[in-house]
């Protein structure tokens, strides 16, 4: 057998299929953004992903020489790591899907931060503005890693403190700078045999992802997962640059300022600076003033009286949260959704930006239940017909229709953007429990006039409703 | 070779296509495509691939291997998971 690695030709080959992973990639992310074209996307992207893979199998910057191991090391470490996270992938419940975005992150920036080790560990020689490009993609790499599993362990309720205060701030950005002052001396000395420095480099940038990451609240989970999507996302551009690999700068650039327009976009439908949600914390122990008990007490209703209710209003408006989510309630919501618009019952779902631990968290619950896209609300169209529907089920949600984010008071949540749900006839919060929402904060809402409250747990609770409609 | 002002001229219009491709997106697609390029940065695999098949030590063969088996998690999950999510969306649209 001829050595295929030393076909002269080969380089250009490899290239060519990088240029057509590029086509994909960017055909794919563009098909993926809009909703009509969204299902072929993944496949084009997927399909780009394939051949990028199976052609770097002869990738001639490895070398002329691949000893057999090396090939069989890496088949089996894509067996593993494919098979279990495809596995796991499959296996997952919908309501997981932010923490397993956030683990395949953290897998791709940790992967980003292995090539850097390999790169500037090995003996071969690199330029300054490689070792720089090197180092870089080292720290956004490592950080994202560590920071993205923090966020996996939040979200999977593994970790549950949200470690704050002024200290560890300065701890960090001590370590930060640490972090900085090595990788400049890395790129300074021009070589990179100095062992002990690199392993502390590489394990102070770890920590600093992990001390970025423990302070921020689940709240803001979505923004800090994004961000480090994105983050992840340079750090694969810059090692591109590092092994001279078009298909890596390409994709990890797109992804890194789509991804940081996205961060944009999440954080402002929060009403909170990026600044804020890294540096601020929040949804940690600022709230745990009481606002509650200026207007009447707690009013709970049992389900039949929620069924009738619901069943003699003419416009009903749902906002789904949370709890809907942890509850797995999507399917017997439209169930008795369906059962109401039989009696003629207008129905909408109402969707606040950032209701649930993602953006559109909620629009891709309902869409598992197979509610259709018109049912649906976003924050504006909401507060506009909110006036004129005499019921609101407030099912999960906390947070996003707490009124106090409209006062004038001292609030984490403070001029977040909220459904104005107390604007409605009668509200009807379906809660577990007293407990307030991530952000810590009490929420007047349920203390209103117009409240009532069902305590029950979201799927159980309308599942009962349903029945004593059917009843009635 | 892709070097110096090369390099920057594909970061700069690189970068710019990625704003342009998420700039008007609806917001009930921001987690399929936060998902969607959370797969396409596991195009990290192809780097992961070559830098193992370059290492001859046993530090370099062991962090490869790690390298490669967290890229692969990474292009693997992503890109079931963004395929479910995608899935619900055809189903619901059909309808």
Known sequence: MGNILAWPYLGTVINASYFVTAYLFIMGLKRMSSPKTARGGILWAGAGMLVATLFSFVNPAMGQHVPAVNYVLMIIAMAVGGGLAWYSGRRVAMTSMPQMIALYNGMGGGAAACIAAVELFGAEHHQRSVLALAVLGAIIGAVSFSGSLIAFGKLQGLIRKSLRSKVLQIVNLLIFIAVVAMAISVVVAGNSDNMPLLTAFFLAALVVGILTTLPIGGADMPVVISLYNALTGLAVAFEGFVLQNAAMIIAGTVVGAAGGMLTQLMAKSMNRPLTNVLFAGFGADEGAQAVGGEGGALKPIDVTDAAVMMAFANKVIIVPGYGMAVAQAQHKVWELVQMLMDRDVTVKFAIHPVAGRMPGHMNVLLAEAEVPYEKLMDRHETNNELDRADCVIVLGANDVVNPVARKDVASPIKGMPILDVDKAGTVMVIKRSLNPGFAGVDNELFYMDNTAMVFGDGKKTIQAITEAMKAS | ?95
């Open chain 2, 1 to 95: 070779m892709i070097e110096g002002f090369t390099a920057l001229y594909i970061f700069m219009l690189a970068a710019f296509t990625g704003y342009e491709i998420i700039a008007r997106v609806p917001s009930i697609l921001h987690t399929p495509l936060m998902s969607g390029s959370n797969f396409i940065h596991g195009i990290v695999l192809v780097g992961a691939m070559v830098a193992l098949g370059q290492a001859h030590s046993p530090f370099g063969l062991a962090v490869g291997f790690i390298g490669v088996l967290l890229a692969a998690g990474n292009a693997a999950g992503g890109y079931v998971v963004t395929e479910r999510m995608l899935e619900m969306f055809k189903s619901s649209k059909e309808d």
